[in-house]
Nanobody, 125 residues
Framework: QAQLVESGGGLVQAGGSLRLSCAAS????????MGWFRQAPGGEREFVAA????????NYADSVQGRFTISRDNAANTVYLQMNSLKPEDTAVYYC??????????????????WGQGTQVTVSS
């Protein structure tokens, strides 16, 4: 079964940067699309960014557009989320997710089939 493992979370001051990594098994890396979601305490899981395997097309939530960048390293079977200009409201558990097959939807968490365990990101003011 495809496996996803996140790393790179931590504590950072507002305005700082972090890079999250999602290491995927070879089978997981062939997923149609990879995405990042986040969930703050008491909140719902929300879309952050996604990248499509076939053409590396990317999509971003409005709240992170221009600050976050999703990318992939095929040789390392890894997807990254570079987070710059972090704000306290970015504090959440960040999850890597994957879609097994084609889906028109990239921002709905129910459209994803595989999930990592999550990594905590805390931004202090």
């Amino acid at each position: 079964q495809a496996q996803l493992v996140e790393s790179g979370g931590g504590l950072v001051q507002a305005g700082g940067s972090l890079r999250l990594s999602c290491a995927a098994s070879a089978r997981a890396f062939s997923l149609y699309r990879m995405g990042w979601f986040r969930q703050a305490p008491g909140g719902e899981r929300e879309f952050v960014a996604a990248i499509r395997r076939m053409d590396a097309r990317t999509n971003y939530a409005d709240s992170v557009q221009g600050r976050f960048t999703i990318s992939r390293d095929n040789a390392a079977n890894t997807v990254y989320l570079q987070m710059n200009s972090l704000k306290p409201e970015d504090t959440a558990v960040y999850y890597c997710a994957g879609q097994l097959d084609y889906s028109f939807t990239y921002s709905n968490p129910t459209a994803y089939d595989r999930w990592g365990q999550g990594t905590q990101v805390t931004v202090s003011s």
